[in-house]
């Protein structure tokens, strides 16, 4: 009864693109699943029989060891067979597009691709004209989406402050550029957080910002007040030869998370970021390892939560079948 | 019985390196044990344990992630551990010689190698050097051979066109350079094909050509008349700088396979290509996405195929324990 | 009772990183675990499943396919999961530190690092600062210590000569910038080899070399006498530019293994060699693949030392877990 791309005739996900569009049944679905998860990865044997003989192809056009291994890792405990594709340096340089490597890789059938490309939209372009049995799963594409990041987040805050509707959340940085806080901000709408802040220089937020149901601030200090969760964005050092921030040192100095601004957060509220971590750019080493933060269990809830993802993306496939 | 290189003492498949010298039967074989295979793709656990504990190497020193995918596909769903290795990168750049590469993986008890090279006659080199127990699988050679390439184009032909014995097949482009030609060729003869049609300029065809068993044409529109199935070859780039052609536009205009031409051939021709294409030069997209095309049918059944030969070529292993 | 941080509360085995401060029992035990595993590579199903569903990341940060190879066959014959980083070209490369990378793949609960780094230390420093749950493997680390060669190279020389009591072993080549002849000689002393002699030009050897329980001789010629074992060290040819050494051919001439200074040895003395080899550098290819020579064993018993080591690590988990 859906017209979404990412659900199948009845209304189950089939592929995961973006957080957009998805009801937020289905989002607290993904979260119960990850949480039944998150004990295999405890286990002696982290291995379930889940996926056993599926083929799943990580599909990275853009560069990220943490991220594909973090798939890689989650497809293996789900006992599929995985294979991880560079593509930058392999066919398309014999000219092939990227329809073409799609359409052959199904051929060899495939069942799942996770897909990373600097492109927004790949990951769309992709599950549009991939065939009827394969799932594409959506690992950032450009600054469009980061749907598996912003599910890590949300299952991260639910396991630290339990009820969405009581929080008030900051989202720290280049929120122009970030495919995380695009998620991010839809997922926490969805999920029916109190407040979403964004909290940026101006060169830094979109046009009209407001309009994606979160309030402004353009000072850290002022911003941080009353909050209960902290997203710090990674800042791309590209920003900084573009003209749109000073220097590293000058964007510390206003937008740095230190043990000081921290204070002016409710006093129990965690910090997340979804790495890798620029010390002293965007976070103070203090505030990165320090009590508050959460970032490292971000990175552990993400095996589990993409563990959910496969597993309920190619679950359609077997109604599909059946 | 035979002194053939490929064949172990009582006659049965141990290494695959080239068409040439392999009867009849055994190409039958090969084709009715992968028939057998096609449902495993098929399955929801795409996975047999026939390979299971055995260990292969993909020995890649030409780059070619399209045939190192399907090798590595076909041998995970036959359960064996598999390791790729891209050998321009690794230990020859410390000076080691080919043969102590070998050396070392067969005393590491590797079962098999996959051989992809870029000189004429490697996979054969490694097979004389190989100890006993090694089987020695050729993924393309120089100018050589590909027989994997061959048998799954073989599969192919069947499943459209059952009978050898009354299909006359063309093979369009540059044979003077392919090595999907020359094992094509001679497959073609061996499971007595009633006609191969070379159709290629006369500065891409070797020297006595009719030799190898073919009948020649220098024009794509007189060339596919009574022709049953079409196999395009790739242009290589290359051989546009290198004066063999004038240039990819006028390489399409007489050799390119567009819509109009395809109907000069039998109206139910099919058209194969061992990818991946070059769209608008050798072949129109036309044709190649049309209802004739079986290009990605091809590529399914290469999965099938290299599942049988490289479970046939460990089979002799097996009686040689026993 | 030990403040070896290789070893756990109970003395047992958690981290591989030195022989160094390894006691002797402890070293024949691994030498008699590895011996148990010879046993799988023989069969038709090369694999137990010691380790199922455990996580096993190769963090190489210095290129080796030999040594990375061996480890991943090891570690699949266990029936591990294992993902292999080559850290050069990745997320250091986004200016994440060590210690950052190693607390991110922590997080996503693996089991062991299996570790090879340019400098020395970098396996300890990763010991010391990994969480407890966490197996180091010391795959080389800089000129310091390379105690998984060492541990093959005396299962080698066990398999062929027995008692090390009585044995005299040579090591000849560039003493100075080996972690394979600084671990080849700990492990010596703390087994009791009767004598072990260092033969190199002394440009090549440490400073007050004798302090390491070696006698010294500065001439291959001499230095052979009575000798049962002999391990060549491999040349590095950056030493040549060093002024360290004059050419290749001059070292050849003078601390080569060819077959007429082989024959000062004992008749009986086996040849062995970490790998690569250079052929003509410094050893003769009539040696190297001579009758004396048991390179290639070094190389299968590789396997089943390493599955033997990180079995034994791994063990700790289980008990502390228990």
Do not use: W
Not at 57 to 80: D, G, I, Y
Not at 130 to 152: E, F, R, Y
Not at 304 to 320: T, V
């Amino acid at each position: 009864m859906s017209n979404n791309l990412q659900l199948n005739s009845e209304g189950k996900l089939k592929h995961f693109l973006t957080i957009e569009g998805l009801e937020k049944q289905l989002l607290v679905d993904i979260l119960d699943l990850a949480e039944s998860f998150i004990g295999v990865n405890d286990q002696r044997i982290k291995k379930i029989p889940l996926l056993r003989g599926k083929s799943i192809v990580n599909l990275f056009f853009e560069n990220s060891t943490r991220t594909r291994t973090t798939f890689e890792l989650a497809a293996k405990r789900l006992s599929a067979d995985v294979l991880s594709m560079s593509i930058a340096t392999s066919s398309t340089s014999k000219g092939e597009s990227l329809l073409d490597t799609i359409r052959n890789l199904e051929a060899m059938y495939v069942d799942m691709f996770v897909v990373r490309h600097g492109i927004s939209g790949a990951a769309h372009f992709i599950a549009q004209h991939a065939s009827k049995h394969i799932s594409v799963i959506n690992a950032g594409d450009g600054q469009h989406a980061h749907p598996t990041q912003a599910m890590l987040d949300m299952f991260t805050i639910r396991q630290f402050k339990q009820d969405f509707s009581k929080l008030r959340v900051a989202i720290v940085g280049d929120i122009l550029h970030s495919r995380v806080a695009r998620s991010n901000i839809q997922a926490l709408n969805t999920l029916g957080a109190a407040e979403i802040r964004v909290i940026a220089p101006k060169t830094l937020l979109p046009a009209q910002v407001e309009t994606m149901g979160v309030t402004v601030s353009h000072s850290l200090a002022d911003g941080l007040k009353d909050i209960d969760v902290i997203i710090m964005l990674r800042l791309q050092k590209e920003r900084m030869t573009s003209a749109l921030l000073p220097s590293e040192s000058e964007y510390f100095k206003c937008f740095g998370l230190t043990p000081e601004r921290l204070k002016l957060a409710k006093p129990d509220a965690i910090v997340m970021h979804p790495g890798p971590i620029n010390r002293g750019v965007e976070i103070d080493s203090k505030v990165a390892d320090g009590p508050q933060s959460v970032i490292l269990k971000q990175v552990s809830n993400g095996i589990a939560i993409r563990m959910a993802i496969m597993a309920m993306a190619m679950q359609k496939q077997e109604s599909f079948d059946g």
